[in-house]
T-cell receptor, first 115, second 111 residues
Framework: ETGVTQSPTHLIKTRGQQVTLRCSSQSGHNTVSWYQQALGQGPQFIFQYYREEENGRGNFPPRFSGLQFPNYSSELNVNALELDDSALYLC??????????????FGAGSRLTVL | QQQVKQSPQSLIVQKGGISIINCAYENTAFDYFPWYQQFPGKGPALLIAIRPDVSEKKEGRFTISFNKSAKQFSLHIMDSQPGDSATYFCAANNAGNMLTFGGGTRLMVKP
């Protein structure tokens, strides 16, 4: 069991550019969600994927998009980067509801800096 | 409607003391309330969770107290240890499996 791995760990982009962040789910997990964590704040839900379909979205504009692949890995794409997009992007995977609990396993995140 | 308010923002406790973190919510559709622990450079990790039909849940030194009528819940860490120093987040789950997190509490346990 390798847990959730994210890449890259750090990256710097300039305003207007595009970025792709990647996530490998924990073995046996079929659901992936992405969160944005600004410095000193709690994570904010971006969206969730189940069986390669988006099945939930938070209050983020369409320039935030994603994909889930048949092996349950996932990508987060952000177009037309803005300064406020600077944050830690967290990927979490889960096996769904088991025994009344939905346990999300988070990766260590990708820290994006937009200049 | 989707907010979860967490307090205090920071907390300093002596080793062996009790750490108490409080959260309040507005949306009565929330159906699952987990607490996450985050160390620097790491992602959040699930600590303990409760459903609204239970008033208290204890796992080792960690206890969640839940008051459904007041729409409040709290985390108690008994016999706090320096290794407990981390940022703690309460969260609430809605029917769409979207977690709404509180703003976090930075806990420091002094030896």
């Amino acid at each position: 069991e390798t847990g959730v791995t994210q890449s890259p760990t750090h990256l710097i982009k300039t305003r207007g550019q595009q970025v792709t962040l990647r996530c490998s789910s924990q073995s046996g997990h079929n659901t992936v969600s992405w969160y944005q964590q600004a410095l000193g704040q709690g994570p904010q839900f971006i969206f969730q994927y189940y069986r390669e379909e988006e099945n939930g979205r938070g209050n983020f504009p369409p320039r935030f998009s994603g994909l889930q692949f048949p092996n349950y890995s996932s990508e987060l794409n952000v177009n037309a980067l803005e300064l406020d997009d600077s944050a830690l992007y967290l990927c979490a995977s889960s096996a769904g509801w088991v025994s009344g609990a939905n346990v999300l396993t988070f990766g260590a995140g990708s820290r994006l800096t937009v200049l | 409607q989707q907010q979860v308010k967490q307090s205090p923002q920071s907390l300093i406790v002596q080793k062996g003391g009790i750490s108490i973190i409080n959260c309040a919510y507005e949306n009565t559709a929330f159906d699952y309330f987990p607490w996450y622990q985050q160390f620097p450079g790491k992602g959040p990790a699930l600590l303990i969770a409760i459903r609204p039909d239970v008033s208290e849940k204890k796992e080792g030194r960690f206890t969640i107290s839940f008051n459904k009528s007041a729409k409040q819940f709290s985390l108690h860490i008994m016999d706090s240890q320096p290794g407990d120093s981390a940022t703690y987040f309460c969260a609430a789950n809605n029917a769409g499996n979207m977690l709404t997190f509180g703003g976090g509490t930075r806990l420091m346990v002094k030896p």
